[in-house]
Nanobody, 124 residues
Framework: QVQLVESGGGLVQAGGSLRLSCAAS????????MGWFRQAPGKEREIVAA????????YYVDSVSGRFTISRELAKNTIYLQMNSLKPEDTAVYYC?????????????????WGQGTQVTVAS
């Protein structure tokens, strides 16, 4: 079993920054492909960023590319989502997820474990 716990959400003004954290129990992150997803009110959940098993490759959805950075810290079994230049349209509940089977994936149906989510609100 893998447990994922997100933290770091909150209210921020447009143009500001937040760093989300996702702490994992169980096996080390190096065994998993990881992803950050978000779900805005009235919208479907979407991929934001993904990190390959081993951490060598990343993926970003176009709307956050150049503003968000996914990273990991093995010693803390934690992944991060650094979010800069935030926009009101980034407002959503953000989830981290782990895929124990694949090298890397952007399909949420392929992720095995999910955190409970953390709210990010960007005020204009």
């Amino acid at each position: 079993q893998v447990q994922l716990v997100e933290s770091g959400g909150g209210l921020v003004q447009a143009g500001g920054s937040l760093r989300l954290s996702c702490a994992a129990s169980g096996r080390t992150f190096s065994s998993y492909a990881m992803g950050w997803f978000r779900q805005a009110p009235g919208k479907e959940r979407e991929i934001v960023a993904a990190l390959s098993r081993g951490g060598g490759r990343t993926y970003y959805v176009d709307s956050v590319s150049g503003r968000f950075t996914i990273s990991r810290e093995l010693a803390k079994n934690t992944i991060y989502l650094q979010m800069n230049s935030l926009k009101p349209e980034d407002t959503a509940v953000y989830y981290c997820a782990a895929d124990t089977n694949r090298f890397m994936t952007t399909a949420q149906s392929e992720y095995d474990y999910w955190g409970q989510g953390t709210q990010v609100t960007v005020a204009s």
